[in-house]
């Protein structure tokens, strides 16, 4: 693990992340995304007219319809929340989940509660295990720090093609950068053709279960069917503390120990793989954005990241039988060296080459939060990137 020489002044973000940079007050560039996002999404009268204007218009292109949006579940607070406020804002969501066969007991509990509470339809994907075993364990011997990326993405291209099928203009999904903040795209970057690619490389399976959002799908799922993709929570206040207690009462939710924790593999993955791996401990980014969203002191935070990431020895045996793996090819796949989504085909390469409307389409709106992201990380942090086979 690379040692700390530099910290934010104002988060606790520091020079072991691969394309940090840092202004002259000692500010790091994920604050000024954070600033940024803070225009985008602004906590005040304008904010709050955008989103009636956003709920508005929802409605009425529902018109008709069964329903007028799909709504990602998972169990989780975050996509918890978001339904609920969906419900709360008027609107008539389908709630779409994902089963990738990690669903701890509480997330299962958590959706069965909140949708028959809400009076919510839930349409569920269930992912052929082989298959997504498979993936899982191509992104693992890919040696990448984004080796829970086949799960996300498989949720968007799920999204995106039920709202397709359903003729619905809008996904809604569950996430706010104060609370969560922006994942560094060293850490975390996906797209059709990666996932893709990976599996091609390492894996044995063909995968049929579910969907892999291609470039020509994105592009006909925006640019043809007109599908949007909506993050309610980027317009509210957002605290964890209330929106847990409001979710226990209101739904029967229950906490599940952890950031992402309602997935057994998140479990693993976050307080195992990335940190023991690669040195990535995943609670700096959510406590960064707590701070700068006032939810947490800056001492508070630095205090919290003295205490080692806990994991349970059980969630590591348990993944490493789930996926059929010996315990040797564990630690092999632990000792590989560590590579990023440099090392693989991805369309990374198109979002630099058409740089200038990319950034005129994030500028108006034009692309979903997912991609426009992609811009804000490669756009303040791409400088920096580690070549191929960096460790």
Not at 327 to 346: A, H, N, R, V
Request: charged share 25%; aromatic share 12%; glycine share 6%.
């Amino acid at each position: 693990m690379k040692p700390i020489k530099k910290i934010c002044s104002r988060c606790i973000l520091d020079d072991t992340i691969e394309g940090i940079e840092f202004d002259e007050n000692g500010i790091c560039n994920f604050c000024s995304i954070h600033n940024t996002l803070e225009m985008q999404y602004p906590l005040d009268d304008i904010g709050k007219d955008h989103l009636k204007k956003i709920v508005a218009q929802i409605k009425k292109d529902g018109r008709g319809k069964r329903y007028d949006c799909v709504v990602g579940v998972s169990g989780g607070r975050d996509s918890t929340y978001t339904l609920y406020m969906a419900v709360s804002l008027g609107l008539r969501p389908l709630a779409v989940h994902f089963d990738n066969g990690w669903n701890s007991e509480t997330a299962v509990t958590n959706i069965h509660h909140a949708t028959e509470k809400l009076d919510v339809d839930l349409f569920t994907v269930v992912a052929d295990w082989e298959e997504f075993k498979d993936l899982q364990r191509s992104f693992l011997y890919a040696s990448v720090p984004d080796a829970d990326v086949p799960t996300d993405w498989a949720i968007y291209s799920v999204l995106f093609k039920l709202a397709a099928k359903e003729g619905l203009h809008y996904v809604i999904q569950g996430h706010s950068f104060r609370t969560e903040g922006t994942s560094p795209i060293t850490w975390t970057y996906m797209d059709g053709r990666y996932i893709r690619s990976v599996q091609k490389q390492f894996g044995k399976r063909k995968i049929t279960s579910f969907p892999i959002m291609g470039f020509w799908d994105l592009v006909t799922y925006i640019g043809i069917r007109r599908i949007k993709e909506i993050r309610l929570l980027e317009y509210v206040e957002y605290n964890k503390g209330t929106v847990d207690r409001l979710l226990s009462e209101k739904l029967g939710w229950t906490y599940y120990g952890g950031h992402h924790h309602e997935s057994m593999y998140t479990r693993f993955f976050q307080s195992y793989y990335l940190p023991h791996k690669f040195g990535i401990d995943k609670r700096k980014l959510e406590y960064s954005a707590q701070v700068r969203s006032g939810q947490m002191s800056r001492e508070e935070a630095l205090e919290k990241m003295r205490e080692p990431y806990e994991f349970d020895p059980g969630i590591v045996s348990y993944t490493i039988t789930k996926l059929d793996l010996t315990q040797g090819e564990f630690e092999t796949i632990m000792k590989l060296p560590k590579k990023s989504f440099l090392d693989y085909p991805t369309y990374y390469p198109y979002i630099n080459l058409f740089r200038i409307p990319v950034k005129i389409a994030c500028r108006f709106h034009l692309l979903p939060p997912i991609l426009a992201e992609k811009y804000l990380k490669k756009d303040s942090a791409m400088k920096c990137l580690p070549g191929k086979n960096a460790s």
